[in-house]
């Protein structure tokens, strides 16, 4: 069945430096993907999305990158902030019309100062 | 703008009594209306999602109920709460094609 999952449950890294969180999916037909931040008591915010269609996308500070050979996914962020403190979803999406996400089951990201 | 609104952010209620999580969206026609939960340190399940009023799909069978009177309006609801229905409820609106944007959820706890 459909199935999402990270690599990692957690990552520290230092506040400056690059983050890389990771996410392995397992169905070839999904063709829609999507990177959540969500911070304590609150609910998920929308990071950055990419098609199946694509390999890479960036926005700000940002980048996601899809291997479809490998059905892997990672976000990538630039010059880590402390607000970059987060978990971190990625969800997959394989339906036409409603989104019927998948979420994996989150990466917590600490920034050490 | 859209706004997506969820209330209580907070809600205590002993077993067995009766609960209703409303959410509401502002500024968008017709959107989906979706209700996940997630366990604590755990990724989102979907509940129930809903493409138009009194359009109701459920994911999981559950002790929990749905519904969308209006367009922009969606309602979670359960007759008896169990022990095991707390958990964060997260409210998402999304168009066709475009991410979930979700509200900032409801911590239900059944004691």
């Known amino acids: 069945g459909e199935s999402v999952g990270l690599h990692l449950p957690t990552l520290s890294v230092q506040e400056g430096d690059n983050s890389i969180i990771n996410c392995a999916y397992s169905n070839s037909a999904s063709d829609y993907f999507i990177w959540y931040k969500q911070e304590s008591g609150k609910g998920p915010q929308f990071i950055i999305d990419?098609?199946?269609?694509?390999d890479k996308r960036q926005g700000q500070r940002v980048t996601v990158l899809l291997n479809k050979t490998v059905k892997h996914l990672s976000l990538q962020i630039a010059a880590t902030q402390p607000g970059d403190s987060a978990v971190y979803f990625c969800a997959e999406n394989s339906r036409e019309g409603a989104q019927k996400l998948v979420f994996g089951q989150g990466t917590r990201l600490t920034i050490n100062p | 703008s859209q706004t997506i609104h969820q209330w209580p952010a907070t809600l205590v209620q002993p077993v067995g009594s009766p609960l209703s999580l409303e959410c509401t969206v502002e500024?968008?026609?017709?959107?989906?209306l979706y209700w996940y939960r997630q366990a604590a340190g755990r990724g989102l399940q979907l509940l129930f999602y809903s493409v138009g009023i009194g359009q109701i799909s459920s994911e999981v069978p559950q002790n929990l109920s749905a519904s969308r009177p209006q367009d922009r309006q969606f309602i979670l609801s359960s007759k008896k709460l169990l022990l095991s229905d707390s958990g964060f409820y997260l409210c998402a609106w999304s168009l066709n094609g475009s991410p979930l944007h979700f509200g900032n959820g409801t911590r239900l706890t059944v004691t």
């Open positions: 500024g968008t026609s017709n959107p989906n």
């Open positions: 990419i098609r199946s269609n694509m």
